[in-house]
């Protein structure tokens, strides 16, 4: 997913880890063999050409994902072969093929929208096989972000539940099923994750859409007042009270959302029980009762059961609360969402910072990997912090602090988009050194993460005098392979 040879950290979304199509052009049959028996056993549908007359049918595959192409093909120039592709494909990504001799030649490709490049012969298997499925993820990133970006654009201005996963589609289905039900709602998820838009989207699907929908934080409600501020009260009805109509009553016709519900008080819930259950409120200080026609939407974080089952939390009251339960999925059991919720909370907060564009399919890679404990609130937070910092027109990894911290550098705009010096010494270093950071200089789990084996990670670490020091053992030092004591 990145022009550079720094794996991201984390699993890699199901959707971004499925085969792809590669088309491989090199006029050496016996290497051709050989790189379909390295990419075959990843699932990859293969092709071959071995000239541009033969590679210009295969272009037109919509699926096409990776070409591997030959630096010296015949008597055709490499270079002018990729111009031809990017200017048919642009969304195609390209691995240039070439001899020790030709790496100068390779860069220069690089500098034309190449991928990356592989020498000839290929001696690490793992090394091609981590390039073509980065080279697919970035592939499937670009392509992606654009239709969404399209789809986006189609939306009208409506509460946007913003989701593609099978979980999310389940939860757009069931606000569906619901837009000519009066049902009692309660939606359940973490912190973040979005659940007044979903109540929101609730009222707009309903024939009340039109009416009032009024919000209510029941947790930032003092225990002594929030009687008074649901069912409202009379004037003179404690010290200081002028009369109030309460929140049941202001929302009258539409619905009332009543956020943290699981933090009202027991001594609150029985008159809550009895305003669902009879339509209408007894405000403090009242002797008659008031009709109210509302519908009520609940949301809670917390286990409303499990409340029932230690006493704090009545059991009639969440029957009554309990009609139709939506569960909001945590952000880091739906990343395939991630981007398209990145998309549109740019677009959130691009006016404020209009030069930027859209996001690096590096970034958005990063973005897929974290797990967001503060769900789309703080995916909305780190785009937003982003935009306000970011240089250029897209968002690249490096304008996230997450991604800062993690060692991935940022491109400078006199870069022409490359993010390191365009050097395979300073690419294999900052791999390297990288690997053994995140893992703690665990030389076995680093190699792993490189797609390299521990005796070729030994050899890099000699051949750029890298040492090596385990923070679980502090006095270890480990140089080309050898340790000791230190």
């Known amino acids: 997913m990145t022009s550079e040879r720094v794996p991201l950290t984390g ?103 190449a991928f990356d490049f592989l020498e000839k012969p290929v001696g690490d298997v793992h090394r091609v096989r981590n390039i073509v499925r980065r080279a697919i993820e970035r592939r499937r990133l670009v392509v992606r972000t654009r239709q969404l970006e399209d789809e986006l654009r189609d939306r009208d201005g409506h509460p946007q539940l913003v989701g593609c996963s099978p979980v999310m589609r389940a939860v757009l289905r069931t606000v569906d099923s619901l837009r000519h039900n009066e049902s009692t709602v309660l939606i359940q998820g973490e912190s973040g994750t979005g659940k007044e838009l979903v109540a929101r989207a609730l009222h707009a699907a309903s024939p009340r859409r039109n009416r009032p929908f009024v919000p209510v934080d029941c947790g930032a409600l003092p225990e002594s007042i929030i009687e008074s501020e649901l069912f409202g009260h009379e004037k003179g009805a404690f010290t200081g009270a002028v009369g109030a109509p309460g929140l049941f009553r202001v929302a009258h016709g539409g619905t009332l959302f009543l956020d943290e519900v699981g933090e009202i008080p027991v001594s609150v819930q029985a008159k809550l029980l009895r305003a669902l259950q009879e339509k209408e409120v007894r405000p403090v200080g009242a002797t008659d009762p008031v009709p109210v026609d509302l519908r009520v939407i609940c949301a809670t974080h917390r286990g409303l059961a499990e409340m029932v089952a230690d006493g704090t939390f009545r059991q009639d009251l969440y029957y009554r609360l309990n009609v139709v339960r939506i569960e909001i999925p945590a952000l880091r059991e739906r990343p395939e969402d991630i981007p398209l919720l990145a998309q549109h909370l740019l677009e959130k907060h691009r006016r404020r910072e209009a030069r930027v564009q859209g996001f690096s399919p590096q970034a958005l890679g990063h973005l897929c990997r974290q797990p967001w404990p503060g769900n789309v609130r703080e995916l909305e937070n780190a785009i937003e912090a982003a935009l306000a910092l970011a240089p250029g027109e897209r968002l690249e990894c490096g304008d996230f602090p997450a991604a800062a911290a993690a060692l991935v550098p940022r491109p400078s705009p006199s870069s022409g988009g490359q993010d390191v010096p365009l050097s395979l010494d300073a690419y294999e270093r900052l791999a390297l050194e990288r690997a053994l950071d995140e893992t703690g200089g665990d030389a076995s789990e680093a190699a792993r993460r490189l797609g390299i084996g521990r005796s070729t990670l030994y050899r890099k670490l000699a051949k750029h005098g890298i040492e090596v020091r385990r923070r679980d053992r502090p006095g270890r030092t480990i140089l080309g392979g050898l340790e000791a004591v230190g």
């Open 11 to 113: 699993p890699v979304p199901a959707f971004l880890g499925e085969g792809g199509r590669v088309l491989l052009v090199d006029d050496e049959p016996l290497f051709v063999r050989s790189l379909e028996r390295i990419l075959r056993p990843e699932g990859h549908t293969l092709a071959s050409a071995a000239s541009w007359e033969g590679l210009q049918p295969e272009l037109e595959d919509p699926g096409l994902d990776v070409v591997l192409l030959d630096l010296v093909l015949g008597t055709a120039s490499g270079l002018a072969v990729l111009e031809r592709i990017k200017e048919a494909r642009p969304d195609v990504e390209v691995v240039i093929l070439t001899g020790h001799a030709s790496v100068e030649s390779a860069v220069g490709c690089m500098r034309l929208g």
